[in-house]
Nanobody, 120 residues
Framework: QVQLVESGGGLVQIGGSLRLSCVAS????????MGWYRQVSGKQRELVAA???????NYADSVKGRFTISRDNAKNSVFLQMNSLKPEDTAVYYC??????????????WGQGTQVTVSS
């Protein structure tokens, strides 16, 4: 079994910062791309940021310059530093990872989601 567990969400004021964390655990052989997605009720889930095992990053235009994704390969972890938060950043944020299990194929895994609310 493989699990992704997120933490770090919460309520923050406009202009504030939050740092999301996600740790993968289980029978993991290797982790490829890790990323963060977000979803607002009634809308499609969208990519926020992604990072490859080599450290290459990709961001949604709406968060460029404000959010930073990073990872710690030794700890099977990915992080999202969110600065200058806006009300439109309010969403449930999901961790995602492409993981090869021991003696297994590569599959796509999701965390349970963590709520981020930006208010005035």
């Amino acid at each position: 079994q493989v699990q992704l567990v997120e933490s770090g969400g919460g309520l923050v004021q406009i202009g504030g910062s939050l740092r999301l964390s996600c740790v993968a655990s289980g029978s993991i052989f290797s982790i490829y791309t890790m990323g963060w997605y977000r979803q607002v009720s009634g809308k499609q889930r969208e990519l926020v940021a992604a990072i490859t095992s080599g450290g290459s990053t990709n961001y949604a235009d709406s968060v460029k310059g404000r959010f930073t994704i990073s990872r710690d390969n030794a700890k099977n972890s990915v992080f999202l530093q969110m600065n200058s938060l806006k009300p439109e950043d309010t969403a449930v944020y999901y961790c995602n990872a492409d993981i090869r299990r021991v003696w297994g194929q590569v599959n796509d895994y999701w965390g349970q989601g963590t709520q981020v609310t930006v208010s005035s």
